[in-house]
Nanobody, 123 residues
Framework: QVQLVESGGGLVQAGGSLRLSCAAS????????MAWFRQAPGQEREFVAA???????RYADSVKGRFTISRDNAKNTLYLQMSSLKPEDTAVYYC?????????????????WGQGTQVTVSS
């Protein structure tokens, strides 16, 4: 099994920045692709960004140019640097992982999930 633990969420003003982290433990050799999803109140979970072992990266159009995903394989840690935050970025952010090299944007393709971290952007 793989355990994922997110951290770094919080309250920030619009235009500000936050950096999320996701620490993986357990059978981390099973992980090839990691991703961030988010879910706002009353809305479905949506894709934010994904990065494969080969560092192939995909972003949702809504965050391109503002968010940067990265990973430190030696530390088994995933990051999401969020800048120019907007109130519509407010959501619970989830870290996800899968044992496939493809950086999927579909949440059902991911086998492992963290518990989520709240990001709130005030206007």
């Amino acid at each position: 099994q793989v355990q994922l633990v997110e951290s770094g969420g919080g309250l920030v003003q619009a235009g500000g920045s936050l950096r999320l982290s996701c620490a993986a433990s357990g059978r981390t050799l099973n992980i090839y692709t990691m991703a961030w999803f988010r879910q706002a109140p009353g809305q479905e979970r949506e894709f934010v960004a994904a990065i494969s072992w080969s560092t192939s990266i995909r972003y949702a159009d809504s965050v391109k140019g503002r968010f940067t995903i990265s990973r430190d394989n030696a530390k088994n840690t995933l990051y999401l640097q969020m800048s120019s935050l907007k109130p519509e970025d407010t959501a619970v952010y989830y870290c996800a992982a899968r044992g496939d090299i493809r950086a999927s944007t579909t949440d059902s393709d991911y086998n492992y999930w963290g518990q989520g971290t709240q990001v709130t952007v005030s206007s």
